[in-house]
């Protein structure tokens, strides 16, 4: 087997530790390896498969040579130096919302729209954590009965955020546990006006908002969604809000199908045979996806699954998945191990 030179590019965040952890259980073949971030990060000394690798400051120059670089540093990062990555002649998968809607870039979810991958231009997208969960729970459905609507409530977990959003779910919980004051500073949003508590709480804004009234995460969750599915006619709408949550993003989704007729048992058939999706769903036996027990596992699970009660063609579903893993790092992984596997990596 071929083996290849990658680059992690915000190696020393929490999606990017992600990403060295899964390609070392996948046992991805590398011949060397670069560890990127930020000049502030760079000379930080971390592990991988027994050996000690140092961080450097992502440049351009540092790309020279490298086949295949995963970034998950932000948007502002990935729009500098990925196209410097791909000029230096490796293919980028990114992280980051900066090309998911450019028309030529493809917005991939292996288990969903794989053979997209060969129309890349140096540059891949890996799509929004929640959006990546929700599309491969009902991509089954929608191959044999089709999709006309969705409507999906988000209940996300802090390390979306990153590791200082989770520290301060933390903080603010022994503070309040202590009688202790405190002042948000991260959550909702870091860049916007206010700030509030997340311990003890859900706050109903993830990202900033947009003119239409919906938050940037939602309009991601919105459009990424036709454009992976390739059905820019298919009605979406969603609400996006934070939990006291560690880890593990957790969805409830309405869906009405082009075809009726579908039982509870057609649609339990078809996800628990779906790549990549656990079904768990017994209801008399308390059996239903947790956010607790997905973390560190690769797939989406679902459960819940019920018929409408007025719709013959509608259908509930309850989706959770690790949003580190399925959200970032597997799915970027995935996109790399699908490269390897279609011929598309020289």
């Keep these: 087997m071929s083996s290849y030179h990658v680059a992690v ?8 530790q992600q990403m060295l952890k899964t390609l070392e259980e996948r046992d991805f073949p590398i011949a060397s390896l670069k560890l990127l971030s930020s000049k502030r990060s760079a000379g930080k000394v971390l592990t991988f498969k027994g050996n000690e690798y140092t961080v450097e400051e992502a440049t351009p120059e540092a790309f020279e040579g490298v086949q295949i670089a995963l970034f998950s540093a932000g948007g ?28 030529t870039v493809p917005l991939v979810v292996p288990e969903v729209n794989e053979e997209a991958l060969r129309n890349h231009n140096g540059i891949i997208a890996n799509p929004n954590c929640s959006t990546i969960q929700m599309v491969v729970a009902l991509e089954p459905i929608r191959e044999k009965y089709g999709l006309k609507k969705v409507v999906v409530s988000t209940y996300q977990a802090v390390s979306g955020a990153g590791l200082e959003a989770i520290e301060e779910m933390k903080q603010q919980t022994r503070d309040i546990l202590d009688g202790n004051e405190f002042t948000p500073e991260i959550l909702p949003v870091g860049g916007d006006k206010k700030h ?18 919906y938050t940037f995460e939602e309009m991601k969750m919105i459009n990424e969604t036709k454009k992976i599915m390739e059905m820019a006619e298919l009605e979406v709408a969603a609400t996006c809000v934070r939990l006291p949550v560690e880890t593990g993003h957790s969805e409830s989704v309405y869906i009405e199908t082009e075809k009726g007729g ?10 628990a045979s779906a790549p990549g999706v656990t079904l768990q769903d017994d209801p008399a036996n308390q059996l239903y996806p947790l956010a607790s027990e997905c973390v ?16 013959d063609n509608g259908y509930h579903m309850w989706i959770v998945s690790d949003n580190l893993l399925k959200g970032a790092a597997w799915n970027s992984v995935q996109i790399a191990e699908s490269l390897v596997k279609l011929g598309l990596l020289s």
């Design 296 to 311: 560190g596992k690769n797939d989406v699970f679902v459960g819940r699954i019920r018929h409408d009660l007025d719709r």
């Design 9 to 16: 590019v915000g190696a020393t965040g929490a999606v990017g």
């Design 76 to 103: 502002s990062v990935s729009k500098a130096l990925a196209p410097e990555a791909v000029k230096r002649g490796a293919i980028v998968v990114d992280n980051t919302s900066a090309f998911r809607m450019d028309p």
């Design 262 to 271: 579908a039982t509870i048992a057609d649609v339990k058939e078809l996800l």
């Design 196 to 213: 509030f508590q997340i311990a003890f709480n859900a706050i109903p804004q993830i990202d900033l908002f947009q003119d239409n009234g």
